[in-house]
C-alpha cells in the first residue's frame, strides 16, 4: 500500500514536533521555584552608591531567605535545590551571576538560623535569640563598600548578614579575602552588563519589527496568527478525533502572596496541558477566593475565562492576580458589620483557588486549593456553591 503524504502535511507535523519538545522541555511549574525567581531579579550596576540601594537589597534578602526557610521547614527543596530550581526560570541571569547569588542567600539563610532570627512562622526577625550575641540585633551588610566599588553596591551577591555589633563603622583597606570578592563581583558585574547589552540588542530588534509591522512571536518566533493557522491545520489533519473529548491535565498553585514587588497582589499560577493524542480547544475558568476576617465567609476576589487552543502534547502556562490587598477590605468588613472603629483589627484574607476546564460546554478537568473547593467543581459537585458567592 503506498501513501502519498504532501510536503505542507510534513511540515505541520514537524513543526507540531518541535512545539511538542519546546513545551517539555521547559521548566517544571514549580510554584516556590517560580515565586523565589521573581527574587532573583537582576539589577543594573550602577555608576554612583546610594545607599537607599542596600535597604532594598535587604529586603530581597530578607523574603529570598523567608522562601528558603518555609521550603526547607516544609519539607520542600533545600535551599540549594530550590535556588537551583529558580534560576531556571531566569534566563536573563548568567552562570556567575548565578553562583555569586546563591552563595549569598545561602550565607545569609544559614546565619539566620543559626542565630534564631526566624519566629514560629518562618517571618525573618532582627533580634538574635541563639549563640553568643543573644539579645542583640543583626544587619545587613554590603562586602565590599559602596564607595570602594559603586557597581557592585547594588547587588544581592555583595550582601552578608552579621550581628550590629560587627558592622563596619568607617571604611578601611580590604583584606585580601575582600580583594578577592572583589575580584569576583568584578567578573559579575562584567558579565551583567554583557547580559544588558545582548538584552537590549534583542529589545531593538523587536523595536524595529514593530515599526516594520511584524506580529509579536513566540518562542518558536511563530506569530499569533501562524500559531492560529498550524492549530487549524493540525485540526484539519487530525480530522473527527479533533471533535472527541480531550484528556486534559490541569495544575494549580499559588505562587506569591502581597508585596511591593507585585504590586499587593496575590497570584497563581496554572498549567493546562492537553495530553490528547490531537488538538483541541478548551476554556478554563479560574476562581480566586477570599474568605472574610469575622464571619469567615468566603467571597470572590476574581474570575477570569481563558479560551485555549492546545496542539497533541500542548501545555499552556497562565498567571492569574487578584486585585490590590486593600482593594478588598471595606466591602469584607461591611459584609461582616465591622464597626468603623475595629476595622483597624481586620485583614484581608486570601483563601484559595478553583479551576474548572470545559470542552464543548462539558467539564473535562478541575482542580483547587482543598478539598472543599474541590467537592465544588469536580464532575458531580455543587457548582453552585461556587458561582453564588458575592463578588468583592
Known sequence: ????????????????????VG???????????????????????????????????????????EMAHSSYRGNGPGPESLLDKAFEFRPDVGPWERLMVSRAVINAWS???AMGLFDKDGKFGERIYKGRH????????????GEAYPPGSNQLANLRLIPD?????????????????????????????????????AMQAKKEEAKRGAPAANTLGQSQKEQDKIWEEAVALAGDSAKMPPNIRVQGAKEASPSKMN???????????????????????????????????????????????LRQGEARDLDIFTRAENSYKNKADDHDGVPKKERKRTKVNYHGFAIRVFFDGDLVASTASN??????VSPGGDASELTQLPKF
Open 1 to 20: 500500500m503506498k501513501f502519498n503524504v504532501s510536503l505542507s502535511v510534513l511540515l505541520i507535523l514537524f513543526i507540531a514536533l518541535i512545539s511538542s
Open 263 to 309: 504590586r499587593n497582589r496575590w497570584r497563581v499560577g496554572a498549567r493546562v496541558h492537553n495530553s490528547s493524542s490531537h488538538p483541541t480547544e478548551v476554556k478554563a475558568e479560574i476562581w480566586l477566593l477570599g474568605i472574610t476576617d469575622r464571619k469567615r465567609d468566603y467571597y470572590v476576589m476574581s474570575r477570569s475565562e481563558h479560551t485555549l487552543k
Open 111 to 113: 546565619e539566620a538560623s
Open 165 to 201: 555589633s560587627k558592622k563596619r563603622t568607617k571604611v578601611k583597606e580590604p583584606d585580601h579575602r575582600e580583594v578577592a570578592f572583589q575580584e569576583q563581583l568584578a567578573k559579575l558585574v562584567n558579565e551583567r552588563q554583557d547580559y544588558a547589552l545582548a538584552a537590549n540588542k
Open 134 to 145: 543573644e539579645g542583640s540585633r543583626v544587619v545587613f551588610e554590603l562586602i565590599i563598600p
Open 23 to 65: 513545551v517539555h522541555s521547559a521548566p517544571k511549574l514549580d510554584p516556590a521555584a517560580k515565586a523565589l525567581a521573581r527574587c532573583l531579579v537582576p539589577s543594573r550596576p550602577t555608576d554612583k552608591f546610594n545607599p537607599a540601594d542596600t535597604e532594598k537589597l535587604s529586603l530581597r534578602m530578607i523574603t529570598a531567605i
Open 371 to 376: 478539598a472543599r473547593l474541590a467537592s465544588w
